[in-house]
């Protein structure tokens, strides 16, 4: 049986899979209604209805990623937050053009019964021109 670490691991992979699958239904099912989201487009407030037209009709697509430096804390056994790094590969809906972005994420999720449900993602580009301390 998976530590509640672990398990929080395995959604945000899932979830991360299920935008590169374009499935779209099983990442509205990880979400918490209403769910947030900051980014360098602002923050927005969104319920399953409205993620589902993001992931159907928006204007960018996950073509691929990889999650590393992975960490959870549990402020409380029913919220976890997790951290992490990713690299993610994305392109405009109708266009074959790769872009590659690495940014620092956020996610925080809470659990209701037995399900756990993201409801605030952040997600911060990492400058490569930053001087590391």
Not at 76 to 82: F, G, H, L, Q
Not at 114 to 131: F, L, N, Q, Y
Request: aromatic share 6%.
């Amino acid at each position: 049986m998976p530590t509640p670490s672990e398990t929080l691991a395995e959604l945000e992979q899932k979830f991360w899979q299920a935008l590169v699958d374009q499935d779209t239904e099983t990442a509205t099912e990880l979400l918490n209604e209403p769910s947030l989201m900051v980014s360098t487009h602002g923050a927005m407030k969104f319920d399953r209805a409205g993620f589902r037209r993001m992931a159907t009709q928006g204007t960018m697509v996950v073509t691929g990623f990889e999650l590393r430096d992975l960490d959870v804390v549990f402020p409380n056994n029913n919220t976890a937050i997790v951290t992490y790094k990713v690299k993610q590969s994305v392109r405009p809906r109708n266009d074959a053009t790769v872009q590659v972005q690495e940014m620092h994420d956020t996610s925080t999720w809470v659990q209701n019964g037995d399900r756990w449900r993201c409801v605030m993602h952040t997600e911060t580009p990492i400058d490569s021109t930053a001087t590391r301390h």
